[in-house]
């Protein structure tokens, strides 16, 4: 009997070659399943369905679980004639205490992040479990999990953050260690004031705040802005990176940016790109050209938004170059119109100024 003859070189490669070409198939496949799923239980999943009472009987129906606290075994008090579920559970206020925590599809770290809470922000929270609390964002009511531990009691703010990102400080001096920051958007209250104690011309002024220090107040405003500063404030996010669910300079997608803009201003909008779209504080503007467009208006494509800076110009956070870019609203289109026809694109103007 002859002995095996061993194999060549060449087809060793050969067949080294195509397994590692099946593992990097497996890996983009996978990478691409679990983005699929992320997305799925922000936009999809988390559309809870209920059974409805009306009257006096049960029907089908679907409520939103983003903007409602329902889910399978309870819902809020206020659900109690709308859903049939085992609890009904009551909510207490509470702020977030901390710069930023996420809010999640689940009480775990390694849920999908939904959205983001910043320091100050109201919640009503609906339960506590093992560390996690169930809650709702008051201002917008985006609804998810994030840590008890970061909620507490909070004074009546009197100051929002109007600058990117702010570090906060044990002292009213500049050249110490940061010991924490806060993000644009953040509501606080600032309870003293005090001149640095490291001389400087111009004088800087620090502006103190309980259980975070002082952070230079310039960085807050007592009044909200108007549009042409809340512009200037957004423009300097162009660079900051995408992050699905972000609110911060940290990271910021695409509807928490157009939201930011409006929250400066004084104005609460939905979170997500839908809700914006279809929110009644919203004109729209029909037949329109680019040229036509006026800052601060909000143009919508299926599943992005856009903020108007010019006519002609927008700024928006997007995932194609995973960051905040300005640039004219043509390129945008063009790269956006294929397969897609101009009834897909909204443009959205504040009521009253329509």
Known sequence: MKPALAPKLTDLLDHTLLFKNMVSCFLG????????????????SMVTVGRIKQKGRAVNNTLDGRIHVIRDDAASENLRNIVSRSKYLAPSERHLIE?????????????ARLTELLYGDEVDVYEEVVGWAWVQRRK???????????????AKPNCIITAPLVH??????????????????????????????RPSQPVIEFGYIEGMGWIETSHASQIRLKLPEALLVVKKFVGTPYLWGGRTYDGIDCSGLSQLLYHLMGVSIPRDTDHQQGSSQFGSITGFSLSETRAGDLLFFPGHVVIVTEPGRCVHAQARTMCVKEEALKDVLSRREQGMKMDDVTLKRLSGAV
């Not at 400080?169 to 958007?185: D, H, Q, R, V, W």
């Open 140 to 154: 917008d009511r985006y609804v998810g999990y994030c840590k008890s531990d970061s909620l507490s009691q909070m």
């Open 29 to 44: 496949l996978q990478e691409l399943y679990i983005k699929v799923c992320d997305v799925a239980t922000k936009c999809g």
């Open 168 to 197: 906060a400080y044990a002292e009213p001096n500049f050249t110490k260690t940061p010991i924490s920051k806060l993000y644009c958007g953040s509501e606080v209250r600032i309870t003293r004031k005090l001149p640095s104690e």
């Open 99 to 111: 710069p930023m925590v996420p809010i999640l599809a689940q009480p775990s770290p390694n849920a």
